[in-house]
């Protein structure tokens, strides 16, 4: 998944639990090239589009899900007058699909496609993954709910049995929604896709349409097994296209945990079972920017023989293949050249499957030579370490720090531009195996 690996000398660590000889077997990571894909204009709000509502957020307190709330919102489109039944698009994590700065934006997509008539009429439902207890916390913003892998990535019915049971039947007193599962398509992103995937699977009857984003076909709750099924079942009446990155969350110890290759074992056993399908992989890692910008072609290509659908003037898949990425700058701001004192405390949080994660970083600069101590605190686990071979390219600062996941050892390699404020760049952690770049950026805390 990164780049090239640069051997590192072994140096004095001490930490919670004692260091050992786990320093001299680890191996500095670069952060792998990061690409990024533009959105097209029919993922924007477009002023000619006649404009639908989006109405929401609403709570949900379901039974089958037992001790969950969760949240929704309808899309319905300026066109849908109540004459006649709208098809229907369900979309997972639906605060992530909504947001109106994010990559996806469903809810545009579906307002601009039925304004050229490209897709049929189409109400959205976006929904979130269940949070366990009564109330939603409003802190959840565009992260996800603490049900989500128990919701999203088990292999049985119980969240079809949710959506189609009881969800959709509620929606379904507002609206009139079609009878035809070929009118129906239910998509996502990530663990999201093979839930969308898994809905389509154990009811083909009311879904036979399915979009999938960066799919964890892996063994989460034992997703991996996916392709072998497929392969061994009923050829199904499913159509699905499925998005994927080359740098998909790959990981060399565990195949079954590699997005990428899991998602290359779907695309062929549907294709080896003569699946209605269509792929597109491309250059980005797990992230959503790939999908949202050729969702548009994606979803013309699901509904490209619905009865009053305007054929597309070009294949959707080759106009999706035609969406390319632009290379972006790791290091912005980098001078080899600079003279800068990195000495100071440096703090950050970041989110892991909505558990607020707090690091701090003390470093010292004293004649050309650095030196500092890491920390953090995730719930009631904190730990505390030396840095590892602590390099000042100009404003650039590079280190490394045994950490711990899961009482799991694995070393974290930081790479930052340093500046008056702060140090922003990435670090390359080893989280069970799987190589992830996480943005980092440190604030400098005042004196």
């Not at 565009?142 to 019915?157: K, T």
Request: proline share 7%.
């Amino acid at each position: 998944m990164n780049g090239t690996l640069i051997p590192i000398v072994a140096a004095a660590a001490s930490c919670i639990c004692a260091a050992s000889s786990f320093a001299q077997s680890v191996e500095r990571r670069e952060p792998q090239p990061q690409v990024r894909y533009r959105v097209g204009p029919d993922t924007r709000s477009n002023p000619n589009s006649p404009q639908g509502r989006l109405e929401g957020p609403f709570l949900f307190h379901s039974k089958i899900i037992e001790n969950t709330v969760r949240k929704y919102w309808v899309f319905v489109p300026a066109q849908y007058d109540g004459s006649k039944p709208a098809c229907l698009l369900v979309f997972q994590d639906g605060a992530r699909a909504t947001n109106p700065d994010g990559p996806l934006r469903v809810h545009e997509v579906l307002e601009n496609l039925i304004a050229k008539e490209e897709i049929p009429l189409t109400i959205g439902v976006f929904i979130t993954p269940g949070h366990r207890g009564t109330e939603y916390p409003d802190s959840i913003g565009f992260g996800n709910p603490d049900n989500r892998d128990r919701e999203y990535d088990v292999l049985n019915d119980t969240y079809a049995r949710f959506l189609i049971d009881e969800l959709l039947p509620e929606i379904g007193k507002q609206y009139k929604l079609t009878d035809d599962p070929r009118g129906r398509a239910i998509g996502g992103s990530s663990s999201g896709a093979i839930c969308a995937f898994t809905v389509a699977w154990e009811r083909p009857d009311y879904f036979q349409n399915v979009i999938s984003l960066i799919g964890s076909y892996t063994n989460i709750h034992g997703g991996h097994v996916y392709p072998d099924l497929v392969r061994e079942s009923a050829k199904k009446p499913i159509r699905i296209f499925l998005q994927d990155g080359v740098n998909d969350l790959r990981s060399p110890a565990d195949p079954t945990r590699d997005w990428y290759l899991q998602n290359l074992k779907m695309i062929a056993a549907l294709q080896e079972k003569g699946y209605d399908m269509a792929s597109i992989i491309g250059e980005g890692g797990h992230s959503d920017d790939h999908g949202g910008a050729i969702l548009p072609h994606m979803l013309r290509w699901i509904w490209r023989d619905y009865p009053g659908v305007k054929k597309p003037s070009v294949d959707p898949i080759e106009a999706a293949k035609q969406v390319k990425p632009e290379m972006v700058d790791l290091f912005p701001g980098f001078d080899p050249t600079a003279k800068i004192d990195v000495s100071g405390t440096y703090t950050w949080q970041t989110d892991m499957r909505g558990i607020a994660m707090t690091h701090k970083l003390v470093l010292e600069a004293s004649n050309g030579q650095i030196k500092g101590r890491y920390s953090y605190t995730i719930g009631d686990d904190s730990m505390e370490t030396e840095i590892l071979q602590p390099e000042l390219i100009g404003n650039k600062l590079v280190f490394d720090a045994i950490t711990r996941n899961r009482q799991r050892e694995s070393l974290s390699s930081f790479h930052g531009i340093v500046g008056n404020d702060g140090i922003k760049g990435w670090r390359v952690v080893d989280m069970n195996g799987q190589i992830r770049d996480v943005a980092w950026n440190a604030t400098r805390q005042a004196n």
